[in-house]
T-cell receptor, first 111, second 112 residues
Framework: GENVEQHPSTLSVQEGDSAVIKCTYS??????FPWYKQELGKRPQLIID?????GEKKDQRIAVTLNKTAKHFSLHITETQPEDSAVYFC??????????FGTGTSLTVIP | NAGVTQTPKFRILKIGQSMTLQCTQD?????MYWYRQDPGMGLKLIYY???????DKGEVPNGYNVSRSTTEDFPLRLELAAPSQTSVYFC???????????FGEGSRLTVL
């Protein structure tokens, strides 16, 4: 099956700085890559996703890039704010009904 | 819309007991899933279903069973609970076309 690795496991940044989280995947057939944000004690929620026919996608302060050749994708958060503090999970899917998740990155934004 | 609703939110089981985690969604989603979340391990897929009457194993199905008799409901059965099943369980659903997973609030299960 697919193997998704995520780094770093923890990340601390000063408010206003940028944060980057990286994921690699093993199955070249994977074609859908979502990112989920999970606040403490809450359910994961989708924040952005990208499909394999696109190299980059932006939504305000959040962007995701995909390098299919290297089989890695990254989440970029600019102008970080304290409310960005959460655990972020990447995932990969090739079938649309099985999602393989990374182990999560705990992001802390220091005011 | 209530979205995805899971019950119970918390449960303590003794080793060897059985229980069912209930999950229902009101979004008419075809796909439904059960994940478990352990600290530092991300989300692991237990079982999933692409429609009523159809279920399939995920990454970690041992010790669990599911059924999908209706589009709305996808209960997860734990037989002979073991300490290794102590975890937070999330039910989720999605449209096949969009891929976005909608999660329930989670059920924290402790097996002692």
């Amino acid at each position: 099956g697919e193997n998704v690795e995520q780094h770093p496991s923890t990340l601390s940044v000063q408010e206003g700085d940028s944060a980057v989280i990286k994921c690699t995947y093993s199955d070249s057939a994977s074609n859908y890559f979502p990112w989920y944000k999970q606040e403490l004690g809450k359910r994961p929620q989708l924040i952005i996703d990208i499909r394999s026919n696109v190299g980059e996608k932006k939504d305000q302060r959040i962007a995701v890039t995909l390098n299919k050749t290297a089989k890695h994708f990254s989440l970029h958060i600019t102008e970080t704010q304290p409310e960005d503090s959460a655990v972020y999970f990447c995932a990969a899917s090739k079938t649309g009904n099985q999602f393989y998740f990374g182990t999560g990155t705990s992001l802390t934004v220091i005011p | 819309n209530a979205g995805v609703t899971q019950t119970p939110k918390f449960r303590i089981l003794k080793i060897g007991q059985s229980m069912t985690l209930q999950c229902t969604q009101d979004m008419n989603h075809n796909y439904m899933y059960w994940y478990r979340q352990d600290p530092g391990m991300g989300l692991k897929l237990i079982y999933y279903s692409v429609g009523a009457g159809i279920t399939d194993k995920g990454e970690v199905p041992n010790g669990y069973n599911v059924s999908r008799s209706t589009t709305e409901d996808f209960p997860l059965r734990l037989e002979l609970a073991a300490p290794s099943q102590t975890s937070v369980y999330f039910c989720a659903s999605s449209y096949p076309q969009t891929g976005e997973l909608f999660f329930g609030e989670g059920s924290r299960l402790t097996v002692l």
